[in-house]
């Protein structure tokens, strides 16, 4: 490949590289390259979430009372 992307013997451009060869952030999906299509996170995680906020909130709170 030349200087300016070019084939040294044919002169054709060639295509701009990226990681894989066809991933692109457009077509980037990290649920379906772990191999979890369709999943969602488990009720006991929402949970957790749910009560860490609350907890952090009521924290927040309790600095300026």
Known sequence: MTVDG???ECSSEME???VSGHITPDTLD???????DNEKAPW???L?????CLY??????????
């Not at 990290?30 to 979890?36: Q, T, V, Y």
């Not at 952090?56 to 009372?65: A, E, M, N, Q, S």
């Open 6 to 8: 070019r084939c040294p």
């Open 16 to 18: 701009t590289p990226n």
């Open 30 to 36: 990290l649920k379906k390259l772990a191999g979890l």
């Open 44 to 46: 006991h995680f929402k």
């Open 48 to 52: 957790l979430m749910v009560l860490l």
């Open 56 to 65: 952090l909130g009521w924290r927040v709170v309790d600095l300026f009372v």
